[in-house]
């Protein structure tokens, strides 16, 4: 087995078979079951594409929450019948592609090309992953535009890593948390330009904080910057408020309570269903708390020591804080996750890791098990077994990602290495 996945031809064609068996089971699925394969996002999606191929607004669609970019790119799912499954081929070609770059990012940082290819499967051979993609979310295109900023990060291509910031930024807001953890990693000695910093003592000079602003730095912020602002100047330029409103604004109000992990799925619920409050609503205040941790403090003491497993960690926070936590976000974190694993506890310790995977999965089915008494039986159970539920899982992560952030502590990372040595 572990050396069938050794052969990256092999990996990639059967990554590809999976997807495509996944799709046609998805058409027969939809065409033969009351309950439908294909998600509710990607109908949503489609019919903004087909506002658009029709030169009108995305927006028109209710619930449309999106970039027009994600409409656009999946106009040719609109042209005939035959060609609806369109975005979902897309979605599960950007899954490969994600799977190549994770592939590319580990030989680069002399990993043999045949162990890189099996961390690679990890991402390219999960079913939960090919499952979402061909269900129809667009999480996929997220994935590989991350791992393209990390293969530029650590490759030291910071204006190709900061359009692609930019880019991602635009298409989905959380990758903006990124950016403090790259520009905090491009100092002059990650990028072999200058000695090792100085000694503490020395660190609050007027040259040292100039020192800060390196040309990597600067280049990195500035193509960043200047990506985003196009872009939306672009699409405000052509839809208007709507666009701004539908696709930032409406996630710092968003209220959703149905197939939510969130440990403020109840209170949500509960809020949603109560008179209006006159003090700050808790969908605006539950971004304090994930932002803090995720933008802040995991990157300040985390990011010199090793960038991607801090990455991760950002993600795995974000995601585990987020008000709105759905199976498809966990995708997010997963493209990471193989960057991870070659440093990592888990798989330094087989039993420890096997069993920090099935309490996470284990977690998840105890929520799954209320969720389904609650949306198809019809039984109230969001207090106190739901709520329950989701404090199991909340737990669960938190020890996970406390497994990621004492890892960073641990010996140097193997991208760490290759970064400094380039």
């Not at 997807?19 to 509710?40: C, E, H, M, N």
Request: proline share 6%; charged share 15%; glycine share 4%.
């Amino acid at each position: 087995m572990f050396r069938f996945l050794s052969d990256p031809s092999r990996v990639f064609a059967l990554a590809i078979l999976l997807r495509i068996i996944f799709l046609f089971y998805g058409q027969l699925q939809d065409a033969y079951s009351p309950v439908k394969y294909t998600d509710i996002d990607y109908y949503v999606f489609t019919d903004a594409a087909r506002f658009v191929s029709r030169g009108r607004s995305p927006y028109e669609r209710d619930t449309y929450r999106y970039t027009p970019l994600l409409a656009w790119l999946i106009v040719p799912s609109t042209w005939r019948s035959w060609s609806f499954p369109f975005g979902k081929i897309l979605f599960a070609s950007a899954d490969i592609a994600a799977g190549w770059l994770i592939k590319k990012v580990l030989c680069s940082a002399q990993m043999p090309k045949a162990s890189a290819c099996k961390y690679a499967a990890v991402w390219l051979l999960n079913p939960m992953v090919a499952t979402i993609s061909t269900r129809g979310s667009s999480e996929g295109l997220l994935g590989v535009m991350v791992m393209a900023i990390v293969w530029a990060a650590t490759g030291r291509r910071p204006v190709l890593a900061g359009i692609l910031l930019g880019l991602a930024v635009h298409f989905k807001i959380y990758p903006v948390i990124y950016a403090p953890a790259i520009l905090w990693w491009m100092d002059d000695q990650r990028l072999g330009r200058s000695p090792p910093p100085p000694k503490q003592s020395e660190s609050f000079s007027v040259l040292h904080f100039l020192a800060f602003f390196n040309p990597a730095r600067i280049a990195f912020t500035v193509a960043s910057l200047l990506t985003f602002v196009a872009l939306n100047q672009i699409m405000y330029s052509l839809y208007g408020w709507p666009f701004v409103q539908h696709t930032f604004l409406h996630h710092l109000i968003r209220i959703d309570h149905r197939h939510n992990f969130s440990i403020y799925n109840t209170l949500l619920h509960l809020h949603s269903s109560g008179p209006p409050s006159k003090n700050l609503p808790l969908e605006s205040m539950a971004f304090l708390p994930q932002l803090l941790l995720s933008a802040v403090i995991i990157p300040i003491c985390l990011a010199k020591k090793n960038l991607t497993t801090t990455m991760l960690a950002q993600t795995f926070a974000f995601v585990t804080f987020n008000k709105v936590c759905t199976s498809q976000y966990f995708l997010w974190f997963m493209v990471l996750l193989p960057l991870y694993l070659p440093d990592s506890t888990l798989l330094r310790y087989p039993r420890f890791g096997i069993g920090v995977a099935l309490s996470w999965i284990v977690s998840q089915g105890l929520w799954l098990q209320q969720a389904y008494r609650l949306e198809f039986l019809g039984f109230s159970t969001f207090v106190p077994q739901l709520w329950a539920a989701a404090t199991v899982f909340l737990v669960v992560n938190l020890f996970v990602l406390k497994t990621i952030v004492s890892d960073v502590g641990g010996k140097t990372p193997r991208l760490h290495r290759s970064a400094t040595r380039q």
